[in-house]
């Protein structure tokens, strides 16, 4: 959180200070290459750029607090990775990250290993093979740090249909990492 | 936080599902406040997944940070490229200032003072400035419109810092002294006629020879300056329209 100097930092970025556009690109650019990801396998760095052009334009008429501006930024983010999979479906294959599940998993005590040493590259994998939709509401809530309500503008749908994607993620999550330690590489929904 | 309602049929007895999660241990977990230790057995993995998605930045994930501050350097942030926006407006009022003042010194005071008899005195100091400092890209606030003045001067201090770039609809001002004609383009480039001077389309049409020509004259005019870029989007030609891009639409969900 950039937190009481915020109002000040986005005034300062949006009057063309390079110092504030940098003190909001690192609080928001590592979770925006998560999120996208996740959201938009591949191209995350392509997104995030186009997200940040975008985020540059607006930035002048942007009101609010600090919670809506990261939803503000990550809505531009959401548009633009829907952008890029319209885009991507139409000139490839998806990739399959149940493989990479299956390489988490190898190994003597494949669960247990691979959460002692979880890298922050291998829980994106995970979260990627949850659904969606799912996958995409746990990242904003946990990753980008936004409540229900900020979720729930971010990707267009009501809070209470945010808290049962989200429920249903983390349960979705707990039932891939149950079935990984007896057996290891089988992936089964 | 409530929601339990809404949840009915996720939250099985316990005895019956094992992977049951009452909504007070979700939100922890979402929250990153569970410890993975005093979470449910079934979530201590997931409890760990989600603190390892949320770990602290990289150095990889900032590894960008110079590139995109050069792109912010090289864009600015109020590119005239969106919807019409407050600052888009206050380029306009910089637009029709400088196509008043080509107008002028093509046609002389007098007959400015016929085209907007109300603001003659201005318009005459107006024309005195841009005589006297005409290669001056810092003097707009002299020839600032009274009924224009607070937002119109807001456009050189927000500018002055160097960082962003001045928008193309500006750029005229600084050719305007040489080429007053330079300044009717960048007006007609900015708005096209609809938002245009009524005055100043005439005499651009003139110095065109016809208004069907202005789109030729102007790009040989801007040529001729060394000048021939018509706007500052330096990439992504036709990605920056993307239907669910339009600021209006973004704009609400930082206002909740």
């Known amino acids: 959180m950039i937190g009481a100097s915020f109002h000040q930092v986005v005034a300062g970025a949006a009057a063309g200070d390079e110092g504030c556009f940098a003190v909001i690109w690192r609080e928001l650019q590592p979770a925006l290459l998560r999120y996208l990801r996740v959201v938009a396998r591949g191209a995350a760095e392509d997104v995030a750029s186009e997200t940040w052009v975008d985020v540059v334009q607006g930035l002048g008429h942007f009101h609010g607090d600090e919670q809506g501006f990261r939803a503000w930024v990550f809505t531009i983010a959401r548009h633009r990775a829907l952008d890029w999979q319209r885009h991507a479906a139409r000139n490839q294959a998806t990739p399959m990250p149940v493989e990479l599940l299956a390489d988490l998993a190898a190994g003597d005590d494949p669960a247990a290993a691979a959460l002692e040493t979880l890298a922050t590259e291998a829980a994106l994998e995970l979260l990627s093979d949850l659904p969606r939709a799912q996958a995409e509401v746990l990242l904003l809530r946990v990753v980008v740090g936004l409540d229900v309500g900020a979720v729930a503008s971010v990707v267009g749908k009501r809070p209470g249909a945010v808290r049962v994607l989200a429920h249903r993620g983390l349960r979705r999550l707990a039932e891939r990492l149950g079935a990984e330690a007896p057996v290891p590489g089988g992936v089964t929904p | ?256």
């Open chain 2, 1 to 256: 936080m409530s929601g339990g309602d809404a949840l009915g049929d996720e939250m099985d007895a316990p005895d019956r599902d094992p992977l049951a999660l009452d909504q007070g241990t979700a939100d922890r977990l979402l929250a990153g406040t569970l410890d993975p230790a005093d979470a449910p057995p079934a979530y201590a993995g997931v409890a760990k997944v989600l603190a390892a998605a949320a770990a602290p930045p990289r150095a990889d994930e900032l590894a960008g940070e110079a590139e995109a501050l050069a792109r912010f350097a090289a864009r600015g942030p109020a590119a005239p490229s969106g919807g019409r926006t407050r600052r888009r407006r206050t380029a306009r009022v910089a637009v029709a200032t400088a196509a008043v003042l080509a107008v002028l010194s093509i046609s002389g005071a007098v007959a400015a003072s016929d085209v907007l008899p109300q603001t003659g005195a201005w318009l005459g100091r107006a024309v005195d400035s841009m005589v006297g400092s005409g290669r001056n890209a810092n003097t707009p606030t002299a020839v600032t419109p009274p009924t224009a003045s607070t937002t119109a001067a807001s456009v050189p201090s927000r500018r002055e810092p160097g960082r962003g770039p001045i928008p193309s609809a500006t750029t005229g001002r600084g050719n305007g002294a040489a080429t007053p004609q330079a300044g009717l383009c960048t007006a007609w480039r900015a708005g096209k006629p609809k938002n245009m001077d009524a005055a100043a389309f005439q005499a651009l049409a003139a110095a065109a020879g016809g208004a069907d020509n202005i789109p030729a004259y102007c790009n040989a005019l801007q040529t001729g300056n060394g000048n021939g870029k018509r706007d500052d989007r330096p990439e992504n030609p036709g990605k920056g329209q993307g239907p669910g891009n339009q600021p209006g639409q973004e704009r609400q969900h930082g206002e909740n």
